[in-house]
């Protein structure tokens, strides 16, 4: 079972390996995932660091980092398949602007070579002009499924591989964005083969251009070639004079129509794919930090986050709790998960706290209590009081953290404050390694106790 260095795995492929994985235990209902979890509890960072080496760990267990292994090395093969395929199709477009007499009819060449790719590129622009870059799925999807069908390309995993790849393209926003890079490229690398086969055309035989009409008058063709060539002009190229321009018979410079033939088609075909795909560069590279991220965001993903942050958490207490030493501050409070508006320290502890004690309420995220745990072992106060919004329901988890932070205390006491307290805390501190602990629920209790009345 192999898996993949950091130095070869990129953001893309990470969300890719995570909803792949998703998808493969869902459709085949595996549930053994405890060693991969303690995995992402071990990574370093935050929530997205940890469902990745979570997915990475599934994915060493499932064989998935070997077969991404595999396409990696067959990509290289098929992308250079790919670009032979497209040279190949530049052929019998070069052909039908060439033609087989040696004599060209410049529009109906310059529109044989640009028809198809113009219409495609409108196509895709208006896709983005109405709304739909976040789609492109089902093409690709359909591409995907039939290359699935062709020998050696289908493997166990493939089809949610793949699957996975373009949902995560997608929903980045990046679904038409990526589709239409690769029709960038495929027509860059024709119309680069047509470019250059018309250089070495024009090069090494004698070509006769001009245009021929029936039913239009020579006039109407000479302002279109004016008009067209305007713009391929003023990048250099030639302009065609209309006086010598009429008919394909009238003396003329071959070359330049020659050249005008060359640089329309690449003004009106190679520069705007080169444009097109520079900007889903920049579209991709503005939107590749949301690659992933609904994964992450997800319920299933934020309650796995949740999980690997109470291991790690309950890891990181374990090791501190074999740090006792250092000297005591006389007390400290702290307010664990209470409501936002509660003011701390409370009112009706009355006096300012004394020299070297400490006070601080936390929301009770991991970091906090690792960070809450820290402090207590640092200053070890002689009187710790922890103070708990008595309506909430007590767990195994607010359990451990209370038992690593009052074990560096001198003495504790737990304060449950407001109305309507849960009926589950007597029985839970009975029932817990905490049953010791000295209870209060009001402030005038709370005080009294800070003053070590009936206490030392």
Request: charged share 15%; glycine share 12%.
């Amino acid at each position: 079972m192999r898996g993949l260095s950091t130095m070869g795995r990129s953001r893309w492929l990470d969300a890719i390996v995570v909803r792949t994985v998703r998808s493969v235990d869902q459709a085949s209902g595996l549930a053994d995932e405890q060693e991969a979890v303690q995995a992402g509890a071990r990574a370093s960072g935050g929530a997205r660091e940890r469902i990745v080496a979570w997915a990475w760990a599934r994915a060493g267990r499932l064989g998935l980092t070997d077969e991404i292994e595999r396409w990696r090395s067959l990509l290289p093969w098929l992308v250079g398949g790919a670009a032979v395929g497209v040279g190949l199709l530049s052929v019998p477009l070069l052909k039908s602007v060439i033609g087989h007499d040696r004599h060209i009819n410049l529009l109906g060449a310059l529109a044989a070579v640009l028809a198809l790719p113009t219409l495609s590129l409108l196509l895709w622009c208006g896709s983005l002009m109405m709304g739909r870059g976040h789609a492109g799925g089902g093409l690709a999807r359909g591409v995907v499924s039939l290359s699935m069908r062709l020998p050696g390309l289908r493997t166990r995993h493939s089809p949610h591989l793949w699957a996975a790849a373009i949902e995560t393209l997608r929903e980045a926003g990046l679904g038409l964005w990526a589709l239409g890079a690769l029709n960038h490229g495929f027509w860059i690398l024709a119309f680069s083969g047509i470019l250059m086969g018309l250089l070495a055309s024009f090069a090494f035989w004698s070509y006769t251009l001009g245009w021929e009409t029936t039913i239009l008058s020579p006039g109407f063709f000479a302002s279109v070639v004016q008009a067209i060539g305007w713009l391929p002009a003023s990048l250099g190229f030639p302009l065609i004079d209309p006086g010598l321009a009429n008919s394909t018979a009238a003396a003329g410079d071959q070359a330049s129509r020659a050249w005008w033939l060359i640089g329309c088609t690449l003004v009106y075909g190679l520069l705007p794919r080169l444009v097109a795909l520079a900007g889903c560069a920049i579209v991709a590279w503005r939107r590749w930090p949301a690659l992933g991220q609904a994964d992450i965001e997800s319920a299933a993903g934020r309650e796995l986050a949740e999980r690997m942050a109470r291991i790690a958490a309950s890891a990181a207490i374990g090791a501190l709790q074999t740090r006792t030493d250092g000297p005591r501050v006389p007390l400290a409070l702290l307010g664990f998960e209470l409501p936002a508006d509660t003011a701390w320290p409370p009112q009706p502890l009355g006096e300012p706290l004394p020299t070297g004690a400490w006070s601080r309420a936390i929301a009770g995220t991991a970091e906090e209590r690792r960070a809450c745990i820290e402090q207590a072992l640092a200053t070890r106060p002689h009187r710790l009081l922890v103070a708990c919004r008595a309506a909430a329901t007590p767990d195994r988890g607010t359990e451990r953290f209370l038992q690593a932070l009052f074990a560096p205390a001198g003495q504790g006491a737990l304060w449950l404050q407001g109305e309507h307290e849960h009926p589950a805390w007597q029985a839970w501190l009975q029932a817990s390694a905490l049953r010791g602990l000295a209870v209060v629920r009001d402030g005038d209790s709370a005080r009294a106790w800070l003053a070590g009345r009936g206490h030392d």
